[in-house]
């Protein structure tokens, strides 16, 4: 382990601030509320949809809306998954990562309209996106099924909303970088090129035939590792030291850690596409570069669990809401990385395919590892800038239970549910109708881990709006920790 | 790790290298792809492709079908997709020449479509779209909604999607010959 250096080269451990609320806290004040508010509104929205999905996959022929073509299945699973992902995950994230970068680089945020300008044309244009899925004028792929139309405001809007990251690396006063801002850096750099390379060859000038699957693919890892998983990770490394006031633990690694992570992320995309009519040579590539990715996973876990395991920093952790959220990230992004080189293995990936597991690997990442890790943010973050405190106690462990337990099962029953499935297709014995059988049991436990994650969504909804709305406080009040 | 444009050039080779390899060389390899007979002189395949289907496939893509059907066929060997009857053969890249967009869909919620217009296939679409459970689907969503009453109410009539919708299912085949994947050997 690298020796601590307070003063100017902090290692394996963010710098400290001090108990008062900064300028440039003032300054993100605007700009961080716009996205943290419109994130947790689209998390609500998608909480909604995720219910009406499950129940219509439990009984696609029945239900009240069955007669209904707005809310047909292809269209609330589609406004679903882009609304958690471009509504919740991109907004929670541009206020995370410009809240992170900021507090790392002694950031000040001039021009924050800017910003604020930003989200405001990405919540307009995710708005208009999500209404034509609801109106049948959707793409066919999976998130980038808004209108083409879409795509290049959604990009400029990004340009303004999240590329602050990158000015203030630029701008920090010193020379020391820590873990975090690198990973900040590569979601807020790469997001952008890989967008505008997806929407330009799948839905403006399409590249040939399966062509556009394969872009499609290298569109989809790196949307989910490299802004999903990144900016995630970027907090990990941040809350931990800072929350337990130690270093990282093998901190000398966090940077092969990062360039592994970056390097092999981008390839793995073809391991969705096993034996899809595409070259054999493609899907070789997305097998190795998926057990590949085992070797970030190991060290991160090396960083994440070495922290958390030296002086009970398990317990200090599970006693902590903002490390009790983040910690249940940290496992499950370990989970979800051996899950990951396992299943990119034709063997096992071959009776898993067409399954609902990708959707449980997803999850496992998007909701278990990315959403844990900013609700676990938020509690560190929204006492500060609001200058209030959390108005009730209950609602946070009403929040915590509901979404750890929601997205237990919800993991549980898509990865065994998808298993189970996967196994039953490869029998050729086994009908249809009795595939749909077995996998309504399945279906139930899912539709229960909704609803249990919409409760919980709610009463963090009503904690965080609470507190927004209590904080008359000045900007220059003082904070708790 | 200091450096802000070494560190952005790194991420960007990162981003590139794979867009580059997997995505341009792919359409290096298989842009120049067309329709192709099987054997010198014999008819190119895959088939043109009607409009009333190309229609269909519009619908097919608003109603958000490929959310639950792919249309791909794996090769013996990787699931048990020819065994059970989706196909007589492998899906090549070929086969999906003509199609924009591509749709190999992602998951199989419902059965795969890839050879669902093939001459073995005899279910009757439209009653199936209507009305799934009496056509043994019950877990197919209903499509009701595509479907009309004749003036004297005594009949149901398919409206242009559903028409439209039906000819482009009953034009996905995948059981002819081509340079890749010849039945006859």
Redesign the interface.
Known sequence: MTQENRSDHPQGRPPEGDSRLTRTEVQLRGPFLLFFISSVIWLLAASVLAVIVSL??G???GGPF????ML????V??AQHNLFVYGWGFNAFFALNLWLLSQLGRFELRNGWLATLGGVFWNLALTYGVVQIFA???????LLEFPREVGPVLAVAFLLAGFWP?VA??RRPT???FASQ?FV??AS??FP??YL?AQL??LWQ??????????HS?FVS?LLL?WFGSSALAAVYYFLPKVLGRTISGYYLA?VA??SF??F???T??A????????LW?QS?GVVAGAMLIIPVIIIAINFHGTLSTEGGWSRAWNDTTLRFVSFGAVAFTLFGVLNAVFSF?GPN?VV????F??GQEQLLTYAFATMVLFGAAYFILPRLTGSLWPSAKLIHVHFWSTALGAVASIVALLVGGWENGKQ????TVS??QI?KTGSTWNTVLSVSTVLLLVGHVAFALNAFGMILKSSAPASAGRHD | ??N?NA??A???L??????G???IS??V???P?GRAPAEEGGPLFPSLEPGLAIRGRAV?????????H?Q?V??AG???DI??GYGVR????????Q?????????????DLANYGAPASKIDIDALLRD??SS??????????LYGRSADGKSIVPSERAVALVAYLKSLRQDYSSPEANLKQ
């Open positions: 219509e996959q009984s696609l022929s069955r007669d209904c073509e047909t299945y292809g269209h699973a589609a049948g004028n959707q793409t066919g792929f999976s990158i690396f630029a020379g020391h970088t690198w850096v590569g750099f790469a090129l890989t390379m060859l799948i399409p590249a040939s035939g399966v062509v556009q699957s394969i872009a290298w790196n490299l940077p990062f360039w970056v390097l992320a981008g390839w995309g073809p969705a596409l096993i034996g899809a009519p595409v070259p493609l590539v034709r071959a395919r067409f399954t609902s990708a959707a297709l490869a029998d050729t249809f109708q749909a | 790790m200091k802000l560190l952005l790194g991420i960007f990162a981003v590139a290298m794979p867009f390899a997997l995505v792919s359409q390899q298989l842009g792809l097919y893509v608003s109603l958000g079908c490929v959310s639950c792919t791909q794996r090769p990787q699931g048990s065994a059970r492998a899906s090549v890249a070929r086969d999906y020449v199609q924009m967009p591509v749709l190999l869909g992602e998951r199989r919620i419902g059965p799934p459970a043994g689907a019950a877990w197919h969503p209903y499509y009701s909604y």
